[in-house]
């Protein structure tokens, strides 16, 4: 009797080839493919999330000199405050949104022309583009404020086109015992991005040249520059086509991940997949995540400033520590995910709906906790801040790995459709937190706090009900043969499998230990 875990069309038994040693990791392609994924997609998130950061380093400050004129002290206006601009908080607001605007125009379709174009060459045209946009920014500053408005918006569509890349990039790349690793550098990169926007826009702000704000964007636009030069020597779209690639790891990609032809993707079954729960599960699954992050990141400058009562100079570094919290959770749990598929019969249905659960319900707790904290508690309600977001991470070895296992042929498609629903929702929700804040009390925050249980716990829900592991009928390849090679110690045996629709509900010729039982 075949012990079986579920949804591979194609996983061999592991051999002693197969073995991965943590030197193998380390000098491997695949490996040197998603870290350079995370250092790009790590430095564009500087740029784009830089306008919070600008609008308070922009504002003039209170600059006047004393002269002697005639006898009298007369108190003159700095020259120097040219550097600097003042718009309202309507107009503040309007600009961080720009963002979101082209991010919620273009994803859908980015994410529809992922499985079909060169994605290296499309993430390194979209960060060129997001690269000049920024640089000419700060002298746009002085024209208009709808001019920069427009340039958010350009950044927001470049934008766009990065993450459902990064993510079909990293789905040909990952073997299934690393999936959950590998998937994650995205939104690890997401974390370190904002983390080193945190802290060094603030150190940028002071230099004493132009009022230092537009050297966030020189800055920020030169680092994604270098990374470019990098992202062109080290990355390639797939495994089969790396120069440096060895046959032992090749074979190891290929043979640990789904079947799909060479053919770039030609025909998108719409109406199956809108129809498929599967992907309803994962796609509520982004936006869950989505509205937690506005609430919970975008806005916590707010509650740090009103509730905890912390200086304004410090605010960005405790914004920041908070991104730690979430970086270190996204890795110790991608990792943990991997483990306990390798160690364990869990399903990767199962598994997925594990770690979104943990995440979720398991960081409920602690935001009841933060928001009964005051201004006398500072150092815990940033311990929890950091521990909240550590656990809640886990979700990322659940939804965000997910495209990669119902639909890998789709992985980007599904991402760019999630973000676009993601980045609407999520634009309503600092309305929805700033409509119940409106004197920024403790209380008025603790409300805030149970609207993100209540999202957690619904969201919960439909992950579990509607969310699998299966590749999907309308997502395999139909180009693929029905051959099943299943490799055994070192040799290579075929087997006629027929792959009709119950192959895709079975589960893979292996167990959790990636071995074979009778």
């Avoid at 030069?229 to 043979?255: D, M």
């Avoid at 506005?294 to 916590?300: E, F, N, R, T």
Wanted: charged share 15%; aromatic share 10%; net charge neutral.
């Amino acid at each position: 009797m075949w012990n079986m875990k579920e949804n591979q069309n194609l996983l061999p038994v592991e051999s002693k080839e197969d073995y991965i040693t943590v030197k193998d990791k380390i000098t491997s392609c695949r490996w040197l493919v998603g870290v350079v994924v995370c250092l790009q997609m790590s430095c564009t998130m500087m740029l784009r999330m830089n306008m919070t950061m600008v609008a308070v380093c922009m504002k003039p400050p209170n600059m006047t000199v004393t002269v002697v004129q005639n006898g009298t002290n007369v108190t003159m206006r700095d020259d120097y405050l040219d550097n600097y601009v003042s718009w309202d908080s309507t107009m503040e607001g309007l600009l961080i949104a720009g963002y979101y605007i082209g991010l919620a125009l273009v994803s859908l379709p980015f994410g529809a022309i992922s499985g079909k174009v060169n994605v290296k060459v499309m993430m390194m045209g979209l960060t060129a583009l997001m690269v000049l946009t920024s640089v000419v920014t700060p002298t746009l500053t002085f024209v208009s404020p709808y001019v920069v408005l427009a340039t958010r918006i350009i950044v927001g569509i470049t934008a766009g086109g990065l993450e459902p890349g990064a993510t079909q990039l990293l789905s040909d790349w990952a073997p299934l015992p690393e999936r959950a690793q590998m998937m994650v550098l995205v939104e690890t990169a997401n974390s370190i991005g904002a983390i080193f926007n945190f802290l060094l826009s603030g150190l940028i702000c002071s230099i004493p040249v132009l009022g230092g704000w537009p050297f966030i964007y020189y800055i920020f636009g030169g680092v994604n520059l270098l990374s470019l030069v990098i992202w062109g020597f080290c990355v390639y779209n797939k495994p089969s086509v790396h120069p440096r690639i060895t046959a032992k790891e090749l074979n190891l990609i290929q043979n640990h991940r789904d079947k799909r032809s060479t053919s770039r993707v030609s025909h998108i079954p719409w109406m199956q997949m809108w129809t498929s729960s599967a992907f309803w599960g994962c796609v509520l699954g982004f936006i869950t995540s989505g509205i937690i992050f506005m609430i919970m990141a975008i806005c916590l400058p707010l509650y740090i400033e009103q509730v905890l009562k912390f200086d304004p100079t410090i605010n960005g570094a405790v914004s920041a520590l908070v991104f730690v919290g979430r970086m270190a959770g996204a890795i110790v749990f991608g990792y943990v995910a991997d483990f306990v598929f390798s160690k364990t019969r869990l399903s990767i249905g199962q598994l997925r709906k594990l770690f979104q659960v943990t995440g979720l319900l398991g960081s409920v707790p602690v935001v009841i906790w933060l928001g009964y904290l005051r201004e006398d508690k500072q150092i815990l309600a940033v311990a929890l801040m950091a521990l909240y977001w550590f656990i809640v991470s886990a979700m990322n070895s659940g939804f965000r790995v997910n495209p990669a296992d119902i639909a890998p042929r789709f992985a980007g498609l599904i991402n760019g459709i999630s973000i676009t629903l993601t980045a609407v929702l999520s634009a309503i929700a600092p309305l929805i937190v700033a409509a119940i804040t409106p004197n920024g009390s403790a209380e008025e925050w603790q409300v805030v706090f149970y609207g993100v249980v209540g999202v957690s716990v619904i969201g919960s829900i439909m992950f579990v009900l509607l969310a699998s592991g299966d590749e999907q009928e309308w997502a395999k390849d139909p180009a693929l043969t029905s051959d099943v090679v299943v490799m055994v110690s070192n040799k290579t045996d075929v087997s006629k499998y027929r792959q009709g629709k119950s192959d895709s509900e079975s589960t893979p010729l292996i167990n959790g230990n990636s071995r074979l039982h009778t």
